[in-house]
């Protein structure tokens, strides 16, 4: 899943683009500090670390659908030792095991990384883990895997940390979930002198979020980088603004995303009366992709835009995002002769879903799979549209562009 440039924010008259201004996750939230927060990859489970007990411990909640209401919240007591830490859980995308991070007796470096397992989701967890090839004679935390469990982000002050005690990004891969992880390695695109707080890399490892302290705005401040494919660094990080008045303390703690993109749960800095730290909701409008277009694995490019339920939406591709104008706006992909071809259309028979309707939610989906071995590398740029005859020129919404590597 790609949120940069895929959650860029488009200034367009007709329709807001980009996330919904957070709102509190009341359910979630208790009089003392809650952070940490991770939603699973369907969006009906949330974990996060609360210190309602006078104790840093993981809880969770769920929901049957995303637009219920969350359940009342439980102590996963399988996962917490009430006289330690227990922090930063991660959910993988089967739902089968959990990663977080614990000072709890046993650590290397006074805060490590631990795993715990379970046969089905509706089994309570067995007895964590430490995970020992990722954990260092220094603090490592925030773990955040790929859907695959192959690649593994954490933050840590060691693995050759330039900035000690500044927390950095690392990074460690495997080659199948049978085996340990690999030496980590200090992510170095990502580095800088000032401390991280959380990270999260998307299920398709192709975009990461993260927080950071930062001096210039005082705040600690919510970044994302994007890469086309894995094998490549991730591009120049970029500031997501939209997140710089968060909160009425030091900013955004802790940040999570579903697999599709569409719903956020954050954590940012309140007043000490509130908990000091509070979980906040937001969701997204406009386009998201999911994978990268393969000759087997197709991507998946999701359309949001929850104020046109029911309207007809297009895709289309382009070979340039240099863009073009349509009357006061900019379509941000260029009006090439690939634009004109796939408008709606797509590459039948390796695209479904260029054209339709958006569901009762504003959502819909479209399918782009690579059709020539031969053009792997290729780079497309992909944009959605709604559509709806009032609008001026019939366009009510002209969604951000998004960067596909054909694979």
Same mark, same amino acid.
């Given at each position: 899943?790609?949120?940069?440039? +895929? ?16 709102? $509190? ?6 009089? @003392?500090? =809650?952070?940490?927060?991770?939603? %699973? ?7 996060? %670390? ?32 009430? +006289? ?38 509706? %089994? ?7 995970? *020992?090839? $990722? &954990? ?61 707080? =959380? ?5 398709? /490892?192709? +975009? ?19 890469? *086309? &494919? ?7 990080? @970029? ?14 703690? %802790?940040?999570?995303?579903?697999? =599709?993109?569409?719903?956020?749960? $954050? ?5 000490? @009366?509130?908990g000091g730290q509070e979980l906040l909701e937001s969701l997204f409008d406009g386009l998201v992709s999911e994978g990268a277009p393969g000759l087997i694995d197709p991507v998946r490019l999701h359309v949001y835009d929850s104020g046109s339920p029911g309207s007809v939406y297009a895709l289309a591709l382009?070979?340039? &995002? ?10 941000p992909i260029d009006g090439d002769a690939l634009f004109v071809a796939t408008l709606g259309v797509g590459l039948p028979p390796f695209s479904s879903g260029f054209l339709g309707n958006l569901d009762a939610q504003g959502a819909a989906t479209g399918i782009l799979a690579n059709p020539l071995a031969a053009?792997? /590398? $290729? ?14 020129? /019939?366009?009510? *919404?002209? +969604? ?8």
């Open positions: 899943m790609r949120l940069l440039p +895929s959650l860029a924010t488009l200034t367009l008259p007709l329709a807001a683009q980009g996330w919904s201004p957070p709102t $509190l996750a009341t359910a979630l939230n208790t009089t @003392a500090t =809650d952070t940490g927060g991770h939603l %699973s990859a369907d969006g009906l489970t949330a974990h996060w %670390s609360s210190f309602v007990s006078g104790n840093y411990e993981i809880w969770s909640a769920t929901r049957t659908t995303r637009a219920s209401a969350w359940s009342a919240p439980i102590l996963e007591t399988a996962l917490s030792d009430a +006289s330690a830490v227990d922090s930063e859980p991660f959910l993988c995308a089967d739902g089968l095991t959990i990663y977080f991070a614990s000072s709890r007796v046993g650590t290397a470096g006074s805060f490590d990384i631990m795993r715990a397992t379970r046969p089905t989701t509706g %089994s309570t967890w067995g007895a964590p883990t430490f995970v *020992t090839e $990722l &954990n260092s004679t220094d603090p490592d935390s925030a773990p955040s895997l790929t859907a695959d469990e192959l690649e593994i982000y954490f933050l840590t002050t060691g693995w050759g940390a330039p900035n000690p005690p500044q927390n950095a990004i690392a990074v460690a891969k495997r080659s199948s979930r049978a085996v340990p992880f690999g030496v980590p390695t200090i992510v170095a695109e990502l580095s800088t002198p000032n401390t991280h707080r =959380d990270v999260q890399v998307s299920p398709d /490892g192709l +975009s990461i979020l993260y927080t950071e302290y930062d001096s210039s705005i005082a705040r600690i401040r919510v970044w994302q980088a994007v890469r *086309t &494919n894995r094998s490549a660094p991730f591009g120049t990080p @970029a500031p997501r603004t939209e997140f710089d008045a968060v909160g009425t303390s030091l900013g955004v703690y %802790s940040v999570s995303v579903t697999q =599709d993109g569409r719903d956020m749960l $954050l954590a940012a800095g309140f007043p000490a @009366a509130a382009a070979l340039g &995002n240099t863009g073009f104008a349509l009357g006061t706006r900019t379509v053009l792997r /590398g $290729l780079h497309l740029y992909a944009c959605a549209f709604t559509l709806v005859p009032s609008a001026p020129r /019939g366009v009510r *919404t002209i +969604s951000n562009p998004i960067e596909l590597e054909l694979q």
